[in-house]
C-alpha cells in the first residue's frame, strides 16, 4: 500500500484553504491511501498524471476537485512513498511542478526544493551587476567550505552573485531549504564551523547512507524537520485536522544567534517591533538554558495571565512535551509576587484592581480635602513614590519626580504624604494590598532571605516594556547577578500601561548586550506600514529609560491585502458591515479561531457578540481562555489582545470618544508630561491591536474617527 508523507509547502497551502477545498483533499488521500501503487496509477478517480515538460520526471498531479489539484512527488525506485507538496487551481498546478526540481542535500542527506527555472534564469543577470558591486555578501568563504555545507554547483554560481542580506531574503524562495538557511547563517556572522554544529549536524541523520542507496523514501525519512509520514487513516485524519501551526516556534538565524547564545556575562536584552519574533526568542532562549543548566531552575514571566497561558502553550509545543518540566515556572510577576509572600511570611493579603484602587484614592482625596483629583494622586504614587521605593516622609521630599509635569513644593509634598499613609492605613484596615505593594513586599521578603533561599538561577521575561519598576526591583531580587541571570524582550511602542523605568536604576545593566530584531514575520506588509502610520512618529523612551526607540527600519517579506479602514454613520451599520467581514473571512475557509474582534469596550463588544450570534457565527471571550481547538471567533478588549495574533483581525469602535478615552487622559492643564504620555500609550494601545492581525486587518468606526486614523496613511 503507498505510503503518504507531507510536505510544509503542502501544509501552508492547505492552511489557508476554504473549508469545501479541504474536505475534498481529506476525501481525495483518504481515497489515496485505500488504493495499492497498481491501482493508484491506474485510478480514474484520483487521476494521478505526469507533468508535461517538468524539469523533475517524478511529479505528478492528481485531481482533488473539477478546478483543483495536487502536486505529487511519486517514487520512482520501487519505493511507495509518495510525498504531497501542493494544492493549487489546475493551471497553476502545473506550472508550479513544471519548474521544480526536488533533490538531496549532500551534507544533510535530506530532501529539498529549489525553482530551477527562476535560478537558471536570474543568475546570468545577477552575475553582470554583481561584477560591478564593490563587494558581495559571500566573497570570504571559499567554494570548497560552502559544499563542505550542502550547497551544490547550481546554488553556487547563485551564491557567487549576492551582494547583501536583503538580496539574499529575495532569492529565498527559489532556493533549497537547507542550503539557504546554511547561507542565512553565514550572512548573520556564523563561523562555517559554527554552521556545520547547529544546521549540518542537527539535520543529518546518525549513520549517514551512501549515495548509491538513497531513496526518495530515505530522503522523506531524513527530513522529518519539513515532511510529515502518515502511516495509518487515523493519523491522516489528525494531520489534516489539526492547523498549521509550525510559525508559532519558527526562529531564523539572525534570532537564534541571540537564543542560543552559549552565555552571556550578565542580563541581556532583545527589543523589536510588533511581530520580530521576540516571544518566540524568549521561548528558544528557555529551551537552550533548560539544556545547559540541566540542574537550574528557570521563571518564565509576563505580565498579564492570557499571555501566560499563551507561553505555556507555545513552549509545550517548542519542547515537544505535554507536561512542561517541574523546574520551570510560567508565571505572570504579579502572581510569582503573591506566592512569594504567601510562602515566605505565612499568609499574602488579597490584592484589589485598578478600579477599587481609583475609588480609595477618591475616598482619601476627599476626606483630606486635597487639591488633586484621585487619578493625580494614584500616579504620583505609582511614578514617584512607588517607582523610587521610596519609604519615608523625608526620601519623599528629596525625591526627584522626573517624568511628572506638574511642580510640587515640600508643603504640597507634605499633604500627598499624608495621603500616602491614610491609603495604605485603609487598605491595612481592609486586610488588602494593590499588586505592586504586593511586589515590594516579595521583593523585601525575597531580599531578606538566604541566598541559597532563591529559587531561580534564571529568569526570562517577555512583554518587558510594561512592567512598573517595581516589578523590576522583585525580579532583580529573583536571581543573584551573574552570566544569563536576566533575559529580558519587549517593544516600547506596544507599552499599554503606563509604566516607564530606568533598568540602571533596579540594579540591571544591559550594556553591551542588547540586540534589535527588524524583521517582521508576522503581519503583511500593507498592515505592518499602516499601523506603523498609527504612531505617526510619535518619540517613544526606550526600555533603559536611556534614550529613544524608533520603528525605522522594520520590513516584512510578507505581502497581501492592504487593511479594510471605513467609518459607518451609525453604530448599527458599523456592527453590520462588520458582521458581513466575518462571514466572508469564514466563507473565505478561514477557522473561526483564527478570527479575533476586538474594541475598546465590552459594551460594544457585547453588541457584536449578538449581532454575529444572530447571524449564526460562534464566539467565545478571549479572558475565559479558550483552547486553541476551541470553535468560535475571539472577542477581546484591545488591552486583552496582548500578545496574541490571528489570521484575520476587525478592530471595531476605533472613535473620537474611545481612541483615546477621556478619563484615561490626564488633562493637560494638570500636568503636561502625564497628559502626553498617556495619549502616547492610548496610540500604542491602537498600534498593538492591529498589529496582531497577519493577514487581513479591518478597522471601523461610527460617525467621529480617531484622530489617531489620519486619512492620509
Given at each position: 500500500m503507498p505510503q503518504l508523507a507531507f510536505a510544509t509547502s503542502f501544509w501552508q497551502s492547505y492552511d489557508v484553504l476554504e473549508k469545501p477545498m479541504k474536505a475534498g483533499v481529506r476525501k481525495a488521500m483518504a481515497k489515496f491511501q485505500q488504493l495499492t501503487v497498481a491501482e493508484l496509477y491506474a485510478d480514474k478517480g484520483l487521476h494521478l498524471e505526469s507533468v508535461n515538460n517538468s524539469r523533475d520526471a517524478r511529479m505528478r498531479t492528481i485531481r482533488i476537485t473539477d478546478f483543483w489539484r495536487g502536486v505529487v512527488l511519486a517514487p520512482d525506485d520501487g519505493s511507495e512513498t509518495f510525498l504531497l507538496l501542493n494544492v493549487v487551481p489546475h493551471d497553476?498546478?502545473?506550472?508550479?511542478?513544471?519548474?521544480?526540481?526536488?533533490?538531496?542535500?549532500?551534507?544533510?542527506?535530506?530532501?529539498?526544493?529549489?525553482?530551477?527555472?527562476?535560478?537558471?534564469?536570474?543568475?546570468?543577470?545577477?552575475?553582470?551587476?554583481?561584477?560591478?558591486?564593490?563587494?558581495?555578501?559571500?566573497?570570504?568563504?571559499?567554494?570548497?567550505?560552502?559544499?563542505?555545507?550542502?550547497?551544490?554547483?547550481?546554488?553556487?554560481?547563485?551564491?557567487?552573485?549576492?551582494?547583501?542580506?536583503?538580496?539574499?531574503?529575495?532569492?529565498?524562495?527559489?532556493?533549497?531549504?537547507?542550503?539557504?538557511?546554511?547561507?542565512?547563517?553565514?550572512?548573520?556572522?556564523?563561523?562555517?564551523?559554527?554552521?556545520?554544529?547547529?544546521?549540518?549536524?542537527?539535520?543529518?541523520?546518525?549513520?549517514?547512507?551512501?549515495?548509491?542507496?538513497?531513496?526518495?523514501?530515505?530522503?522523506?525519512?531524513?527530513?522529518?524537520?519539513?515532511?510529515?509520514?502518515?502511516?495509518?487513516?487515523?493519523?491522516?485524519?489528525?494531520?489534516?485536522?489539526?492547523?498549521?501551526?509550525?510559525?508559532?516556534?519558527?526562529?531564523?538565524?539572525?534570532?537564534?544567534?541571540?537564543?542560543?547564545?552559549?552565555?552571556?556575562?550578565?542580563?541581556?536584552?532583545?527589543?523589536?517591533?510588533?511581530?520580530?519574533?521576540?516571544?518566540?526568542?524568549?521561548?528558544?532562549?528557555?529551551?537552550?538554558?533548560?539544556?545547559?543548566?540541566?540542574?537550574?531552575?528557570?521563571?518564565?514571566?509576563?505580565?498579564?495571565?492570557?499571555?501566560?497561558?499563551?507561553?505555556?502553550?507555545?513552549?509545550?509545543?517548542?519542547?515537544?512535551?505535554?507536561?512542561l518540566p517541574p523546574r520551570l515556572e510560567v508565571s505572570t510577576v504579579n502572581a510569582y509576587a503573591y506566592r512569594t509572600v504567601q510562602q515566605l511570611s505565612g499568609r499574602a493579603p488579597a490584592p484589589i484592581g485598578d478600579v477599587d484602587e481609583r475609588q480609595l484614592w477618591r475616598r482619601v482625596q476627599r476626606r483630606l480635602g486635597l487639591p488633586w483629583a484621585e487619578q493625580f494622586l494614584q500616579q504620583e504614587y505609582?511614578?514617584?513614590?512607588?517607582?523610587?521605593?521610596?519609604?519615608?516622609?523625608?526620601?519623599?521630599?528629596?525625591?526627584?519626580?522626573?517624568?511628572?509635569?506638574?511642580?510640587?513644593?515640600?508643603?504640597?509634598?507634605?499633604?500627598?504624604?499624608?495621603?500616602?499613609?491614610?491609603?495604605?492605613?485603609?487598605?491595612?484596615?481592609?486586610?488588602?494590598?494593590?499588586?505592586?505593594?504586593?511586589?515590594?513586599?516579595?521583593?523585601?521578603?525575597?531580599?531578606?532571605?538566604?541566598?541559597?533561599?532563591?529559587?531561580?538561577?534564571?529568569?526570562?521575561?517577555?512583554?518587558?516594556?510594561?512592567?512598573?519598576?517595581?516589578?523590576?526591583?522583585?525580579?532583580?531580587?529573583a536571581v543573584a547577578p551573574g552570566p544569563d541571570d536576566l533575559f529580558l524582550t519587549g517593544d516600547p511602542h506596544q507599552r499599554i500601561y503606563d509604566n516607564r523605568v530606568s533598568l540602571a536604576s533596579v540594579g540591571i545593566s544591559v550594556a553591551g548586550r542588547s540586540s534589535r530584531l527588524r524583521l517582521n514575520y508576522r503581519n503583511t506588509e500593507e498592515i505592518l506600514s499602516w499601523s506603523a502610520g498609527l504612531m505617526h512618529e510619535s518619540p517613544v523612551a526606550d526600555l533603559e529609560g536611556q534614550g529613544s526607540d524608533t520603528l525605522a527600519g522594520y520590513r516584512s517579506l510578507l505581502h497581501g491585502r492592504r487593511p479594510h479602514i471605513s467609518g459607518y454613520a451609525s453604530e448599527q451599520e458599523e456592527v453590520a458591515a462588520l458582521v458581513a467581514q466575518v462571514q466572508e473571512w469564514l466563507a473565505g475557509g478561514v477557522n473561526s479561531s483564527e478570527i479575533a474582534v476586538c474594541a475598546r469596550f465590552n459594551l460594544l463588544l457585547n453588541r457584536i457578540a449578538e449581532a454575529l450570534s444572530a447571524a449564526g457565527v460562534r464566539t467565545v471571550r478571549v479572558k475565559d481562555n479558550p483552547a486553541a481547538t476551541e470553535d468560535g471567533v475571539r472577542l477581546s478588549t484591545m488591552h486583552a489582545m496582548k500578545g496574541l495574533e490571528f489570521r484575520c483581525v476587525a478592530v471595531a469602535g476605533v472613535t473620537a470618544q474611545s481612541v483615546p478615552f477621556a478619563k484615561e487622559v490626564t488633562p493637560a492643564e494638570v500636568d503636561r508630561v502625564q497628559h502626553d504620555s498617556d495619549l502616547l500609550r492610548e496610540r500604542c494601545l491602537l498600534f498593538v491591536a492591529c498589529t496582531r492581525a497577519r493577514e487581513a486587518l479591518h478597522v471601523s468606526w461610527s460617525r467621529q474617527p480617531s484622530p489617531f486614523v489620519r486619512r492620509d496613511h
Open positions: 497553476d498546478a502545473y506550472g508550479w511542478a513544471a519548474k521544480r526540481v526536488y533533490t538531496v542535500n549532500t551534507a544533510t542527506r535530506a530532501l529539498e526544493v529549489r525553482n530551477v527555472v527562476a535560478i537558471e534564469q536570474l543568475t546570468p543577470v545577477l552575475e553582470k551587476e554583481a561584477a560591478k558591486a564593490p563587494s558581495l555578501l559571500f566573497a570570504k568563504h571559499s567554494d570548497s567550505v560552502l559544499r563542505d555545507l550542502g550547497v551544490d554547483d547550481q546554488v553556487l554560481r547563485a551564491v557567487r552573485t549576492i551582494v547583501d542580506k536583503v538580496q539574499l531574503d529575495a532569492f529565498g524562495t527559489l532556493l533549497p531549504e537547507d542550503q539557504f538557511e546554511v547561507l542565512q547563517y553565514l550572512a548573520e556572522g556564523f563561523s562555517p564551523e559554527e554552521v556545520y554544529r547547529d544546521v549540518v549536524a542537527e539535520r543529518r541523520p546518525p549513520d549517514p547512507i551512501d549515495e548509491s542507496e538513497q531513496s526518495l523514501a530515505i530522503a522523506i525519512a531524513n527530513t522529518r524537520s519539513r515532511i510529515t509520514l502518515v502511516t495509518s487513516p487515523d493519523e491522516l485524519i489528525e494531520a489534516l485536522e489539526k492547523p498549521f501551526e509550525a510559525w508559532r516556534v519558527f526562529l531564523h538565524p539572525s534570532q537564534r544567534r541571540v537564543a542560543y547564545r552559549v552565555s552571556f556575562l550578565g542580563s541581556a536584552q532583545v527589543t523589536g517591533g510588533p511581530g520580530t519574533g521576540k516571544t518566540v526568542v524568549a521561548l528558544h532562549r528557555v529551551k537552550h538554558l533548560l539544556a545547559r543548566y540541566p540542574d537550574h531552575r528557570i521563571l518564565l514571566t509576563t505580565f498579564t495571565n492570557a499571555l501566560a497561558d499563551t507561553l505555556r502553550a507555545n513552549l509545550s509545543l517548542l519542547l515537544g512535551v505535554d507536561t505609582r511614578h514617584v513614590i512607588l517607582a523610587q521605593n521610596l519609604r519615608t516622609r523625608e526620601e519623599y521630599r528629596a525625591a526627584a519626580r522626573r517624568g511628572r509635569g506638574r511642580a510640587i513644593g515640600a508643603p504640597q509634598r507634605d499633604l500627598i504624604w499624608d495621603a500616602v499613609e491614610a491609603f495604605h492605613g485603609e487598605l491595612s484596615a481592609a486586610g488588602k494590598t494593590t499588586q505592586l505593594r504586593m511586589c515590594a513586599t516579595a521583593a523585601e521578603l525575597v531580599d531578606g532571605a538566604k541566598p541559597a533561599m532563591r529559587e531561580f538561577q534564571h529568569v526570562v521575561v517577555d512583554e518587558a516594556q510594561d512592567l512598573h519598576p517595581m516589578q523590576w526591583r522583585l525580579l532583580r531580587a
